[in-house]
């Protein structure tokens, strides 16, 4: 998403990865499909497979990531009318407004990960879906884990609501969801 971003892709629909790793994915975004709903954002969405699986219950979604071969695959195998691709740096992307920000994977690469969670709160009207790695991490890729405190302290006292909540303490990783109060 920008120089001050690590990353690392697995291309789940090209079979890269062990069984568990392409399960462990593809779990991640059949669990936020559940909460896309109207225009979505697949923030740090790599090679497509996860946006793809998003427009079942979304009606569009926008797709970004910094890895420009990545989007290449995902545009010849995932676009559609409802599933755009684009290329984007952090901060430097346009954000506008979507219904939904799902973000499997992505925060923990970035060096600035508070502004891009603002951007994302700001940006997002109804709900937010979050994977994140729960310290400690031994991945060379991540800039950063966390703690479950410290993802709970970027929605306190927002008008942001827990809507589902599930850790994962074998892989060590956190997914959330939160809903703006209405």
């Given at each position: 998403m920008g120089d001050d971003v690590t990353y690392e892709n697995l291309n789940v629909g090209a079979g890269e990865g062990s069984e568990a790793d392409r399960a462990f994915h593809l779990e991640r975004y059949h669990a936020a499909a559940r909460f896309a709903r109207g225009k979505v954002l697949d923030a740090g969405c790599g090679y497509g497979y996860g946006s793809q699986i998003l427009s079942a219950t979304a009606k569009k979604v926008v797709g970004v990531d910094r890895d420009g071969e990545a989007l290449n695959y995902a545009e010849g195998y995932y676009r559609t009318p409802d599933v755009t691709f684009e290329l984007a740096t952090f901060p430097g992307w346009r954000w506008r407004?979507?219904?939904?920000?799902?973000?499997?994977?992505?925060?923990?690469?970035?060096?600035?990960?508070?502004?891009?969670?603002?951007?994302?709160?700001?940006?997002t009207w109804d709900r937010v879906f979050l994977t994140v790695p729960i310290k400690p991490?031994?991945?060379?890729?991540?800039?950063?884990a966390f703690t479950e405190d410290e993802i709970r302290r970027w929605f306190k006292g927002s008008e942001w609501q827990l809507i589902f909540y599930e850790l994962q303490a074998q892989q060590r990783y956190l997914m959330v969801c939160y809903q703006k109060r209405r």
């Open positions: 407004q979507f219904s939904c920000t799902v973000c499997i994977e992505a925060i923990e690469h970035i060096e600035f990960y508070r502004e891009f969670v603002g951007k994302i709160l700001y940006y991490t031994t991945n060379e890729f991540h800039v950063h």
